[in-house]
């Protein structure tokens, strides 16, 4: 039986360098280049949508040259004898036609990458004599190949950045057939300083963007909230970085008008822009990463009701114990996931609090990672039983009493009774003991309900518990830690 090329997509997509960014799983498509002409066309238009994005963030520069290379090829003929004839860049003569149409598979495009990609083709290919020379010849490959892809490509997500050493702009909402290419634009990247007048010539063509990526937030750029307001589709995404403690009230009136139907939000920088943000009652996911804190701001926030909010990741420095609470019940038990980055608290006395709602409402966790008090050690079977969906617990102290510990063993020897079936990673604080008897106890009591293996940190741990933990890995219970195999007490 053969399956139909949008099922091969859909496969192939999941070895995409979008899912493996950081790694190179994704050179497993180029083995599907080699099974047949449907396979290696397939794989082909998922290797090449955003390649030089890939290539740049991943930082794998040696190998844009070919991508820029490959790009050149794909020049009409009259463009090639221009930039040879009358721009003076030196283009192989291996130059022939390729074997596919890579600028049409482009459905992203990263302004500040793939100029620095083209700088650096010219250096790498010793091109350039001087300043002057570097910056006309740099010009006409640029313009030429973003002209190749406004003509051959629709473009998916833009990223417009003034970038840190550009020494030209091209507006590539008008270039010719730019209205074709943009038209379907569904995410937009770019910095709040970025020339206002890209953003007014965009939003004459582009009326379906969803994501709005806002880095170096700097200013009130009236362009932007044009933009922003031109779309006659719903907002779902915006990741926004303030770098300036001001305010923005073109952005914000924007900003609010699409507040209600976000489901992604990520805020970075100064946290005032939280309160754009107070109506935004269907989120799903909530980011917020600051050292400042509004302490009003934030207080308008947490009382909306965000019932539908599934992941939440914070950092302690702009929310007070109390607010964060607050948040946690207003999403009425529907949280799956809960990261607080630690931070001394200005009202660090409701940690224990903090425990005792997340106890309440966290029905649905299944991953909690979060400060935790040693006066709160007793809640932990509470934790256990309540939060029964748990697939990784992370609890830390901020406690900085050296050389004292807390003896846990009394709970722990009760824990694995009430151990989530399906907990796979369990990192406790490092100032908790635990007997080599509770060890024991837990662990079998883990091997009678656990579904997977247990990543298991244990601190202070001596030889008895090492041996326990030995044999537990042996028997599958859980994972193998880190054991000097050259001790004698593992030798038989």
């Not at 280049?33 to 082909?44: D, H, P, S």
């Not at 990526?213 to 779902?236: M, P, R, W």
């Not at 903090?354 to 409402?361: A, F, R, S």
Request: glycine fraction near 2%.
């Amino acid at each position: 039986m053969k399956l139909p090329t949008e099922c091969l997509l859909k496969i192939f997509e999941n070895f995409s360098p979008e899912h493996h960014f950081w790694d190179d799983d994704y050179k497993l498509l180029y083995k599907c280049i080699l099974v047949n002409r449907e396979w290696c066309i397939t794989a082909i238009s998922i290797l090449w949508r955003e390649p030089i994005d890939w290539i740049h963030f991943s930082q794998k520069k040696d190998r844009l040259d070919p991508i820029i290379s490959t790009y050149l090829s794909c020049l009409p003929k009259e463009i090639k004898t221009k930039l040879i004839e009358e721009d003076g860049i030196n283009l192989p003569l291996k130059f022939e036609k390729p074997l596919f149409d890579y600028p049409s598979f482009l459905q992203s495009l990263d302004y500040g990458a793939l100029y620095k990609s083209v700088n650096g083709w010219l250096k790498n290919t010793k091109q350039i004599d001087n300043i002057n020379n570097k910056i006309c010849k740099n010009f006409q490959l640029f313009n030429s190949l973003a002209n190749l892809f406004i003509d051959r490509c629709y473009l998916k997500r833009l990223r417009f950045s003034k970038g840190e050493k550009l020494e030209f702009i091209i507006p590539l909402s008008t270039l010719p057939k730019a209205s074709i290419c943009l038209e379907n634009l569904t995410t937009f990247m770019c910095e709040g300083c970025t020339m206002p007048e890209i953003m007014f010539a965009a939003a004459k063509i582009c009326k379906y963007i969803s994501e709005f990526h806002i880095s170096c937030c700097c200013k009130d750029n009236e362009g932007l909230a044009k933009l922003i307001e031109s779309q006659i589709v719903l907002t779902k995404y915006i990741f926004i970085k303030a770098t300036k403690d001001e305010n923005f009230p073109i952005l914000e009136k924007a900003l609010k008008k699409r507040a209600h139907s976000i489901k992604d939000l990520w805020i970075y920088g100064y946290s005032f822009t939280i309160d754009y943000f107070c109506k935004s009652n269907k989120l799903q996911n909530l980011t917020i990463h600051s050292n400042m804190m509004d302490r009003k701001v934030m207080e308008r926030f947490v009382k909306t009701k965000f019932t539908q909010l599934k992941e939440l990741e914070i950092s302690l420095q702009v929310i007070t114990l109390k607010q964060l609470c607050t948040l946690i019940i207003n999403t009425e038990g529907n949280l799956e996931s809960i990261l607080i980055l630690w931070s001394e608290s200005e009202d660090s006395e409701n940690l224990i609090l903090l425990t005792e709602t997340v106890i309440k409402y966290g029905k649905n966790l299944n991953y909690y990672e979060a400060p935790f008090s040693s006066e709160a050690i007793h809640l932990l079977p509470l934790l256990f039983q309540n939060c029964n969906k748990l697939e990784t617990l992370n609890i830390f102290s901020n406690e900085e009493e050296e050389g004292f510990i807390y003896d846990i063993s009394d709970i722990f020897l009760e824990l694995g009774e009430f151990v989530p079936l399906k907990l796979q990673k369990l990192f406790l604080n490092h100032t908790w003991d635990i007997s080599a008897d509770a060890l024991e106890k837990f662990l079998l009591d883990c091997s009678k309900k656990l579904k997977k293996k247990l990543s298991f940190d244990l601190n202070n741990s001596t030889s008895d518990h090492d041996l326990i933990m030995y044999r537990y890995s042996i028997k599958g219970v859980c994972e193998p830690g880190i054991f000097d195999y050259s001790k004698e007490y593992y030798i038989c």
